[in-house]
């Protein structure tokens, strides 16, 4: 296994309909830019209100990718 560097960076995806859509939506825009994503980690999970109801997921991730 060779050894890798990475960059990390922090993203904050959103969803009406769940935290884990908010993850998938964020690391598909991520990945149609950015080339060689390996891992993420979730930082954060908080919500939108609207009503008294929850309008949208919001969810704060570390995204690494590996460097050429």
């Given at each position: 296994?060779?050894?890798?560097?990475?960059?990390?960076?922090?993203?904050?995806?959103?969803?009406?309909?769940?935290?884990?859509?908010?993850?998938?939506?964020?690391?598909?825009?991520?990945?149609?830019?950015?080339?060689?994503l390996?891992?993420?980690?979730?930082?954060?999970?908080r919500?939108?209100l609207?009503?008294?109801?929850?309008?949208?997921?919001?969810?704060?991730?570390?995204?690494?990718?590996?460097?050429?």
């Amino acid at each position: 296994m060779s050894d890798h560097v990475y960059k990390m960076i922090e993203i904050v995806g959103s969803s009406a309909n769940s935290t884990d859509d908010a993850i998938r939506n964020a690391i598909r825009k991520a990945s149609s830019s950015l080339d060689h994503l390996d891992w993420f980690e979730v930082v954060n999970t908080r919500g939108h209100l609207e009503n008294g109801d929850v309008a949208h997921f919001q969810v704060t991730l570390k995204i690494g990718f590996r460097l050429d």
